[in-house]
């Protein structure tokens, strides 16, 4: 297992188009998190998953924001019409249940650019 | 309103001598405390975490310090190497699965 793995890497888009990002989380854990991080600011919790259900899901994810596990394997988190603020880099963590202690394992991110 | 801060963007230290990173909530329903590393271009690393019902806890040359009557935590790392250099984050969490960062300190080790 290599870990975490997103794709793309990169994503630079026009304002208003859509834009979908995979995660591929460690076989083993049935959480699934995606975080958003802004320049200057740790990350900011959006959704997480267990196994195929989103069982929470903040404010910060506008309804232009989906998120889906399907399988409760890999994840997608698409977001609709494009915005400069949704500028960001777009974090994947996935974790066995319930071990907060050892922390999660994050991928090394999507960074998104609209423009 | 943050509830993790880290007040210090930077710190700058001397290879081998101590690097102290800071960090202080607000929530005193926060019970589990941890540090991520993290470079440039990758995702966050997990350090090293911490109890509310412990007041140290020590990997290496990595120890993390609570003190729950201040609301305040800290890192020390000790001796500070090259490889240090990185942004740290402190992460606290409830009872619930989310973790609350803080806006992270950015570690610089000079030679």
């Known amino acids: 297992d290599t870990g975490v793995s997103q794709n793309p890497r990169h994503k630079i888009t026009k304002r208003g188009q859509n834009v979908t990002f995979r995660c591929d989380p460690i076989s083993e854990h049935n959480r699934l998190y995606w975080y958003r991080q802004t320049l200057g600011q740790g990350p900011e919790f959006l959704t997480y998953f267990q196994n195929e259900a989103q069982l929470e899901k903040s404010r910060l994810l506008s309804d232009r924001f989906s998120a889906e596990r399907p399988k409760g394997s890999f994840s997608t988190l698409e977001i609709q019409r494009t915005e400069q603020g949704d500028s960001a880099m777009y974090l994947c963590a996935s974790s066995p249940q319930g071990q907060v202690r050892e922390g999660y394992t994050f991928g090394s991110g999507t960074r998104l650019t609209v423009v | 309103d943050q509830q993790v801060k880290q007040n210090s963007p930077s710190l700058s230290v001397q290879e081998g001598r101590i690097s102290i990173l800071n960090c202080d909530y607000t929530n005193s329903m926060f019970d589990y405390f941890l540090w991520y590393k993290k470079y440039p271009a990758e995702g966050p690393t997990f350090l090293i975490s911490?109890?509310?019902i412990k007041d140290k806890n020590e990997d290496g040359r990595f120890t993390v310090f609570l003190n729950k009557s201040a609301k305040h935590l800290s890192l020390h790392i000790v001796p500070s190497q090259p490889g240090d250099s990185a942004v740290y984050f402190c992460a606290a969490s409830g009872s619930n699965y989310q973790l609350i960062w803080g806006a992270g300190t950015k570690l610089i080790i000079k030679p």
């Open positions: 911490i109890s509310s």
